[in-house]
């Protein structure tokens, strides 16, 4: 990627968050929460600044590589991060979200993920291909925050259920807000995963692959993902399906989620 200093600074910072947000969750000292948002937030402006330069470079956003799409999705889930923590003043988030952020983005600062010179960017050669890969994307930041508000339930409820009202217990938001959270982020993925999974098919269609229904792997996969959405949300709207098993289902559904996106790039 472009500008190799800040991309280290970038992870060095992401690092260093992880590091005060996880240490912040142990303790009750304030001035490590202010310190770890502040950390976050230049570690996020320097992200923003690498984006905007492969922009500029490419004239599209950088997601033509597994690299680049992985480091926009950690770039995405923080500033969800910082949106959240500026509404409900959430800081626990930051400790789940920041060591997946960082975990995403290291591989682009371990090697070049830039596009070969010459390359038409991918989001410029079909305006249905550009829908399909930016809505995907963001329908994957939005599960992966689903699966860290369900991650968050399940341990909140077990500390519950076991009476053990400790440091952890208390830095984590009640179960109302967390089942609150879970349902609106999926409610917002699963639209933006419908509408990337039908514009890629009509950019399949118009590539001669087979018509809208190929029958590949991936098209598989991605119907497989949406339905087992679909589940979750039909279950919770008319079936009365309590919080725990859609946070339990939530945590499932990420890691069908991520070996889709994981294929789409193989």
Not at 5 to 17: E, N, P, R, T
Not at 47 to 54: D, G, K, M, Q
């Amino acid at each position: 990627m472009t500008l190799p200093f800040v991309m280290k600074a970038v992870l060095a910072l992401y690092f260093l968050a992880t590091l005060l947000f996880l240490t912040f969750l142990i303790s009750r000292r304030h001035a490590l929460s202010v310190m770890s948002v502040g950390v976050t937030a230049l570690g996020f402006l320097g992200h923003t600044v690498l984006l905007i330069s492969e922009v500029a470079a490419s004239g599209a956003l950088p997601v033509a590589t597994l690299d680049q799409a992985l480091a926009f999705v950690s770039w995405a889930l923080v500033l969800v991060f910082l949106a959240v923590e500026l509404r409900y003043r959430l800081h626990v988030l930051g400790s789940f979200v920041l060591p997946l952020s960082f975990l995403l983005l290291l591989p682009a600062g371990m090697r070049s993920a830039a596009v070969p010179d010459g390359a038409t960017p991918v989001l410029l050669s079909s305006v249905w291909l550009g829908i399909h890969i930016v809505c995907s994307l963001l329908g994957f930041v939005a599960f992966a925050v689903a699966f860290i508000i369900g991650l968050m339930y399940l341990i909140q409820h077990h500390l519950l259920k076991t009476k053990r009202f400790n440091l952890l217990y208390e830095q984590l938001p009640s179960l109302n807000l967390l089942d609150e959270m879970n349902q609106a982020t999926i409610l917002l993925g699963f639209p933006l995963l419908t509408i990337g999974m039908l514009a890629g098919a009509v950019w399949g269609a118009g590539q001669g692959h087979g018509g809208i229904w190929s029958g590949s792997p991936k098209q598989v996969l991605t119907v497989v993902t949406w339905l087992f959405y679909l589940v979750i949300l039909h279950g919770r709207m008319n079936f009365g399906w309590r919080a725990k098993r859609a946070a339990s289902l939530a945590l499932i559904g990420f890691i069908v989620v991520g070996v889709t996106f994981l294929y789409a790039f193989l």
